[in-house]
């Protein structure tokens, strides 16, 4: 399934960010884009290399 997902509340932590690299963790609640209310808890880490 192909949702997009807005990150309501909760904390996002900034592991490491350099010219090259950005890493990071989150956790919170969020809801689709399109959808009020009926917040869900999402949770997770990003790695991304440019």
Do not use: D
């Amino acid at each position: 399934m192909n949702k997009r997902i807005l990150f309501k509340k909760g904390i996002i932590e900034i592991k490491k960010i350099t010219n090259s690299k950005l890493q990071m963790t989150f956790e919170g609640e969020g809801c689709g884009m399109m959808e009020r209310g009926n917040l869900f808890p999402i949770s997770g880490k990003i790695n991304v290399n440019y």
